[in-house]
Nanobody, 123 residues
Framework: QMQLVESGGGLVQPGGSLRLSCAAS????????IGWFRQAPGKEREGVSC????????TYLDSVKGRVTISRDNAKNTVYLQMNSLEPEDTAVYYC????????????????WGQGTQVTVSS
């Protein structure tokens, strides 16, 4: 069974950091693009970052550039999202998703999704 499992979310104060993990099972992330999306209450799901597994090229949402880093560990079949200098506006459920080959900013282009992990930034 092909599955993605996110972890690492939680409650953090403004300015704090979290590292989210996205572990794949039942398939390899090789030759796939892995995206992180987020959805806040009452808002549409938006792409936060994406990494192309073949060459490691990355993309970032403008509002997170300089604060967020996406990376991968091929041996662990896992992708990470390091988030620093977190702001209340980053509060959302964060999802990882997979599509073939190339990154896309469009959620509908991704076929396999995790269950999501809640990130809450609040004092």
């Amino acid at each position: 069974q092909m599955q993605l499992v996110e972890s690492g979310g939680g409650l953090v104060q403004p300015g704090g950091s979290l590292r989210l993990s996205c572990a794949a099972s039942g398939f390899t992330l090789t030759y796939n693009a892995i995206g992180w999306f987020r959805q806040a209450p009452g808002k549409e799901r938006e792409g936060v970052s994406c990494i192309t597994h073949s060459d490691g090229s990355t993309t970032y949402l403008d509002s997170v550039k300089g604060r967020v880093t996406i990376s991968r560990d091929n041996a662990k079949n896992t992708v990470y999202l390091q988030m620093n200098s977190l702001e209340p506006e980053d509060t959302a459920v964060y999802y990882c998703a997979v599509r073939s080959l190339l990154c896309s900013p469009t959620a509908a282009d991704f076929g396999i999704w995790g269950q999501g992990t809640q990130v809450t930034v609040s004092s």
